[in-house]
């Protein structure tokens, strides 16, 4: 079956470091990849999302690459800030109207100023 | 759009009360999820609907939990009788039928004491 690994967490960094967060998967077709965050008190948004091999998703600083070759998408960002301070879910999906979502099991983020 | 709409956004109940959870998605989306987010499992899938009806229920850990769909604006989790291990926060997400992104509710965060 699907599964999503991630680095296991806490992650804490001073502000203005860099961030990477690993994630690999195991898939059986050629999934779509996406990273999710979830703030305090709140449910899971979509960060980005890749579709294809070597697409990049990209989104308020933060980006991923889909690497097939690696089955990774490792999520970064060249300089964080206290207000990213959450959980981060990296996912994947089937497609194809197979809509069940596999999710890793999130990694959090602290950020000290 | 108002996006994902959860109540009670908060549930305190004694053990072996019956607890009714309500979800109304996103108008158009024609998939609905239930997850259940707790520490120790991190997000678990409980079930999913697509077009108001239930595709696979594989997550919905025993008998005493049940969803339903009766149309496209609206859904509800049962769980009848409660149980203190049932205590997590509970997320419903809706998606449409191609792309694979979901829109997720704030939660409701049950209590069973």
């Known amino acids: 079956g699907n599964s999503v690994t991630q680095m296991e967490g806490p992650v804490t960094l001073s502000e203005e470091a860099f961030l990477t967060i690993n994630c690999t998967y195991t898939?059986?077709?050629?999934?779509?990849l996406f990273w999710y965050v979830q703030y305090p008190g709140e449910g899971l948004q979509l960060l980005l999302k890749?579709?294809?091999?070597?697409d990049k998703g990209s989104n308020k600083g933060f980006e991923a690459t889909y690497r097939k070759e690696t089955t990774s998408f490792h999520l970064e960002k060249g300089s964080v800030q206290v207000s990213d301070s959450a959980v981060y879910f990296c996912a994947l999906s089937e497609g194809g109207g197979y809509q069940k979502v596999t999710f890793g099991t999130g990694t959090k983020l602290q950020v000290i100023p | 759009d108002a996006g994902v709409i959860q109540s009670p956004r908060h549930e305190v109940t004694e053990m072996g009360q019956e607890v009714t959870l309500r979800c109304k998605p996103i108008s158009g989306h024609d998939y609905l999820f239930w997850y259940r987010q707790t520490m120790m499992r991190g997000l678990e899938l409980l079930i999913y609907?697509?077009?108001?009806?239930?595709?696979?229920d594989s997550g919905m850990p025993e008998d005493r939990f049940s969803a339903k769909m009766p149309n496209a604006s609206f859904s509800t989790l049962k769980i009848q009788p409660s149980e203190p291990r049932d205590s997590a926060v509970y997320f419903c997400a809706s998606s449409f039928s191609e792309g694979g992104e979901q829109y997720f509710g704030p939660g409701t965060r049950l209590t069973v004491t």
């Open positions: 898939a059986t077709g050629y999934p779509s």
């Open positions: 609907f697509n077009n108001n009806v239930p595709i696979d």
């Open positions: 890749a579709t294809k091999a070597d």
